[in-house]
């Protein structure tokens, strides 16, 4: 897993998000989130994703709705997507999905 | 990781899997139980499902459970896709799955599993504990 800043605010993640990356992952969420208001990370470069990375993400928001920095997931790919919809937690998110 | 077995094509037998209890070893566990579904015949969706499966219970037992190993069995019958992961020692996790509510950080990943399969049970082969999934080889999805 690596989560890399494209343009400030703007991180793209890639790799697995799994038990063995997920604390990397939330480590590098949260100085995303450090440097910016609101982090805009794309998800596009995420081949597999779990329940691991569920709850980092879920973490994440949960930040954001405490008044810390906002986040959007920029095209998750259709594992994750169908992952956020069986666990009921779409509507968790800001998905930015463009075309 | 130890793996004897492998499929060829759809009549070929089911594959084995054993590898330390470390979560190190999720990603080439993954790796084979995908090879060995699209070996067999099934599509991206099957093959996204059941990695999805052997991930969550993998983690499982690796983050619930005090085995050391990871015992993994994955095979496509005539009508189902199987797979084992063992060994359980915590009888009764199927017990109460639910969803829980979204505000939960963790808890999801055995709802995630169950609404992937057809049938999730506890087996004992008489030497260890192991969940079983199944899924019907012709369901569509």
């Known amino acids: 897993m690596q989560l890399v800043e494209v343009v400030p605010g703007e991180f793209q993640v890639s790799g697995e998000i799994d038990a063995h990356s997920s604390e990397s992952f939330a480590g590098a969420l949260a100085a995303a989130g450090e440097k910016s208001e609101a982090a805009i990370v794309d998800m596009s470069g995420v081949t597999f994703m779990d329940s691991s990375g569920l709850r980092v993400l879920v973490e994440a928001q949960q930040r954001a709705e405490a008044g810390g920095p906002g986040l959007v997931l920029r095209s998750p790919s259709r594992q994750i997507t169908r992952l956020l919809e069986l666990a009921g937690l779409t509507e968790n998110f800001e998905i930015d999905a463009p075309a | ?141």
């Open chain 2, 1 to 141: 990781m130890n793996e004897s077995g492998p499929p060829s094509n759809r009549a070929a037998p089911g594959v084995d899997l054993r590898a330390p209890a470390d979560t190190a070893q999720l990603s080439e566990i993954r790796r084979r139980v995908r090879a060995y579904v699209t070996d067999a015949g099934g599509g991206d969706d099957v093959a996204d499902d059941l990695e999805l499966v052997v991930s969550e219970l993998a983690t499982n037992v690796i983050e619930h459970t005090s085995s050391p190993t990871l015992t993994i069995r994955v095979e496509k019958t005539l009508d189902e896709w199987i797979l084992d992961v063992a060994d359980v020692d915590d009888l009764s996790i199927l017990e109460h799955v639910a969803l829980p509510d979204r505000s939960e950080v963790t808890g999801r990943g055995l709802f995630v599993v169950a609404s992937l399969v057809d049938d999730v049970r506890i087996i004992d082969d008489g030497a260890s504990h192991a969940v079983r999934c199944s899924r019907h080889v012709s369901l569509l999805r």
